[in-house]
């Protein structure tokens, strides 16, 4: 269904679409508030207000954008309002360079000898998941949020910037220190794990 | 002799938006730490992409039918009241009229138990109507939890 008849049926009060909305849009909600709330209590709450705060504002929708970007950056100014209040710091930067050489051999060397044995190479991508999902978890939240967009989400720069309201050059710039922390935070974890 | 490596700009710029610039393909070509950084970045969000998305473990309340009962409440006048007051008085009026004209307590009688009945009838049928109402808004609420 467009987003234009969607949203003619909200304001017609329509359970139903109501009920369409939230399944068009679960998906990328759940994404940033995972990744933005980390206390799973607070979570409902928040959901709920998003979708409350969305059905209530419907009418001031422009179509300027899509509807479930619009319903994201309801989601993300609302987690963000959360971090705020609980004075949760949105960016800290780590430094985990000193491995990094050393992670990078160890893990293309392990990548590199378990690419033909086909039960090694699925024990190594479990023990790497298990470390990215750890890593990911450990990002500040914003970083979290980003990365989860981006990858996950598969949403353009654009369309992340219009759910965040960062400038696109912001945006890039944030992405790629995410990245590099994550990619330092495996390394590190993983060079622990081998030795 | 770092500084002749590419810069991790560079890198993610090559795996994430397969931005290449000639100088970095050859020198990505030559050099294996870079292939290994490279390759890294690759391996780790190849994994990031599998991850299935989460899901809430509680139902999302829906707010239409919590809007309209908000909006009956908003009018605690019934509509039908202006009208049957209207008829009410018309009738008395009419009542007052005829038994000064006529001198008839039977038609006054008469017309009294009319109207009562009709009063009667209006109240009945709005008490069953908010009653529904009622049953209706809890059937909602009960569906949603």
């Known amino acids: 269904m467009k987003d234009q008849e969607l949203v003619k049926r909200l304001l017609d009060e329509d359970a139903d679409a109501f009920e369409l909305l939230v399944k068009n849009t679960e998906g990328l909600v759940a994404h940033i508030v995972f990744k933005m709330v980390a206390i799973a209590e607070d979570r409902k709450d928040l959901v709920q207000d998003i979708y409350f705060s969305a059905y209530k504002h419907i009418k001031t929708f422009k179509f300027q954008s899509k509807l479930t970007t619009w319903i994201g950056s309801i989601a993300y100014n609302t987690c963000y309002n959360y971090l705020q209040k609980k004075k949760v710091l949105l960016i800290e930067e780590k430094q985990d360079e000193e491995m990094e050489e050393h992670g990078i051999e160890t893990l293309a060397n392990r990548m590199a000898e378990e690419s033909g044995n086909e039960v090694l190479n699925k024990i190594f991508r479990a023990e790497l998941r298990a470390i990215l999902n750890t890593g990911i978890r450990q990002l500040p939240p914003l970083y979290a949020t980003l990365i989860t967009l981006y990858h996950y989400q598969e949403l353009s720069y654009q369309e992340i910037s219009q759910i965040t309201n960062l400038p696109e050059g912001t945006l890039k710039s944030y992405l790629f220190r995410a990245r590099k922390q994550i990619k330092d935070y495996v390394l590190l974890n993983y060079i622990k794990e081998d030795l | 002799m770092k500084s002749t490596h590419l810069s991790e700009e560079q890198i993610q710029a090559m795996v994430f938006e397969k931005k290449t610039?000639?100088?970095?393909?050859?020198?990505?070509?030559?050099?294996?730490?870079?292939?290994?950084?490279?390759?890294?970045?690759?391996?780790?969000?190849?994994?990031?992409?599998?991850?299935?998305?989460?899901?809430?473990?509680?139902?999302?309340?829906?707010?239409?039918?919590?809007?309209?009962?908000?909006?009956?409440?908003?009018?605690?006048?019934?509509?039908?009241?202006?009208?049957?007051?209207?008829?009410?008085?018309?009738?008395?009026?009419?009542?007052?009229?005829?038994?000064?004209?006529?001198?008839?307590?039977?038609?006054?009688?008469?017309?009294?138990?009319?109207?009562?009945?009709?009063?009667?009838?209006?109240?009945?049928?709005?008490?069953?109507?908010?009653?529904?109402?009622?049953?209706?808004?809890?059937?909602?609420?009960?569906?949603?939890h």
């Open chain 2, 21 to 144: 610039d000639g100088a970095a393909a050859v020198h990505l070509q030559a050099c294996k730490y870079c292939s290994d950084r490279l390759k890294v970045y690759e391996l780790i969000f190849d994994r990031l992409e599998d991850e299935p998305i989460p899901a809430f473990n509680f139902r999302i309340d829906n707010p239409v039918p919590a809007a309209k009962k908000i909006k009956t409440k908003g009018s605690p006048i019934p509509f039908f009241v202006f009208p049957s007051l209207a008829f009410i008085l018309s009738v008395f009026g009419l009542l007052g009229y005829l038994s000064a004209f006529y001198k008839s307590t039977i038609l006054v009688n008469g017309l009294i138990v009319a109207t009562a009945a009709v009063c009667f009838c209006g109240l009945l049928w709005d008490l069953v109507r908010r009653n529904q109402q009622k049953l209706n808004a809890l059937e909602d609420q009960i569906l949603q």
